[in-house]
């Protein structure tokens, strides 16, 4: 069964927590505001991160290396947004790959161990149809990629949020063309399970209608956009990136500091089934759930037993 949003780990309040003032600092309510703020405890934390997997129109030919890719456009327009080096963008597009290839990448070459993504994007399959693989075995080749991405665990415990494009329209005039790739991007509707999100802006905003084909005006050959494609792909990569973040986003967080305990309240989270509450002694170490507290519907009040302790809490929406 697919869901519009997948399952997502949302930070809602990191505090500061000092059992000698009692004294304490709301900072925001996700890990993208908390990586915001200027504040010197928080410039070190690891930045949100972002892979890119697919063919050569993730790697962004013939623009391979330039600011022109998409993920290269992408991480400009989340710069402009939220802050530089908030969030981390990593190109892992090889050019002609295939989705088994994808994923035999990401069993060898240890991608999601290097990169603890927050989100991974991923656009493929057109090489396999180019290549004579069906679009039943290509599609079981991207199933394949998205049960590997949803079965890795971060290092702060969460899974990495899975994006799935659908494929761009083309110019070619033969049976691989805009029909062809119409017919597989519906059987990835059809056929995908798990834990994703879809969109089909990429080809709605490529696609001409009339001629059956891609915009030739957004394309650079047959097969990759031009950079004004790129452009148009990015900021459709950001908007679904954006919303990512920002659904259910819990609102009117408040931190309550007794003699002896630390209370957290905020509203509920809509579709959240359970929260949990993580904890470390500095910014930049390591958070491991707290099960010092107990928890009241969206309350959680726990004794100080430290210091100072920097919290995170999770909404696990299901």
């Not at 079965?151 to 329209?169: E, L, Q, R, T, Y």
Request: charged letters at 15%.
């Amino acid at each position: 069964m697919k869901k519009k949003y997948s399952t997502f780990l949302l930070l809602l309040i990191i505090t500061i927590i000092s059992a000698t003032d009692h004294s304490s600092e709301n900072i925001f309510t996700q890990k993208l505001s908390i990586l915001r703020n200027n504040s010197n405890s928080y410039q070190n934390r690891t930045p949100i991160t972002i892979s890119c997997l697919g063919n050569s129109i993730t790697n962004g030919y013939p623009y391979a290396g330039t600011e022109f890719t998409y993920p290269s456009r992408l991480l400009e327009m989340l710069d402009t947004a939220y802050g530089s080096g908030i969030i981390n963008v990593i190109n892992h597009g090889v050019d002609g790959h295939r989705a088994d290839e994808v994923f035999a990448d990401l069993q060898n070459l240890n991608w999601m161990e290097q990169d603890n993504p927050d989100f991974v994007l991923l656009i493929v399959g057109g090489n396999d149809l180019n290549q004579g693989q069906s679009i039943i075995s290509t599609v079981a080749d991207v199933q394949n990629i998205i049960n590997f991405i949803s079965s890795h665990i971060n290092s702060d415990g969460s899974h990495p949020a899975i994006i799935v494009s659908a494929m761009i329209p083309n110019l070619l005039s033969s049976t691989l063309g805009s029909t062809y790739i119409a017919m597989y991007n519906a059987s990835l509707v059809t056929n995908l399970y798990g834990e994703f999100t879809w969109f089909s802006d990429n080809w709605d905003d490529f696609y001409n209608s009339s001629l059956g084909t891609a915009i030739p005006l957004f394309m650079y050959d047959d097969i990759h956009p031009n950079m004004d494609g790129y452009d148009i792909m990015a900021e459709n990569w950001f908007d679904e990136v954006n919303q990512l973040c920002i659904i259910n986003q819990p609102q009117n967080v408040s931190v309550t500091i007794n003699d002896n305990t630390t209370e957290i309240t905020w509203e509920a989270v809509a579709g959240a089934t359970s929260y949990k509450v993580y904890s470390s002694t500095t910014p930049n170490g390591t958070f491991e759930e707290d099960l010092t507290g107990e928890f009241d519907g969206t309350n959680w009040i726990a004794s100080i037993n430290e210091n100072k302790v920097f919290y995170y809490v999770t909404a696990i929406v299901e």
